[in-house]
């Protein structure tokens, strides 16, 4: 089932980057959330990616929003891409790909790349943007924007 703007987003648990249960119930109702899906941890467009939502960071919590990086990588990878980074925000590992599907992000070029698509979400957790490219740079702003209409 793919979500669409509008749509609640589904209830998910997962590790996060400390290896800490993380259950999406606990910032469902309290803000806004940023939840992007992306490749890989330490490949070019994913790095650049964290990076321009690390460098905007502050932008996001002023706003009262929080952002949620998601790949299929494992905490370790996590951990080691987070601090090489310096990433202020949490990754989780969806290694068996469940949140994935339960988003409904789709898998690029034939199947071989796992999907980069960006969930924004007002503080109910009612979707308001959903930002479907494989340009990677482009996320952070079209999240930034979103949020920055939903908070005014």
Do not use: W
Not at 114 to 125: Q, S
């Amino acid at each position: 089932m793919d979500l669409k703007v509008g749509d609640k987003i589904p209830n998910f648990k997962a590790k996060d980057t400390n290896g800490n249960d993380f259950d999406s119930q606990s910032l469902i109702g309290n803000k806004p959330l940023v939840i992007y899906f992306y490749p890989k941890d330490n490949t070019p467009g994913c790095t650049a990616q964290a990076c321009s939502f690390r460098d905007q960071y502050e932008d996001f919590k002023d706003l009262g929003a929080e952002v949620i990086g998601i790949s299929s990588d494992s905490v370790a990878s996590h951990q080691e891409f987070s601090k090489h980074y310096k990433l202020p925000f949490l990754l989780l590992s969806d290694s068996d790909k469940k949140i994935k599907k339960l988003f409904g992000v789709h898998s690029q070029m034939l199947g071989l790349i796992p999907g980069r698509v960006t969930y924004v979400t007002d503080k109910n957790g009612i979707i308001q943007l959903i930002f479907d490219s494989m340009l990677a740079t482009k996320h952070m702003l079209k999240a930034l924007e979103t949020i920055k209409k939903i908070v005014s």
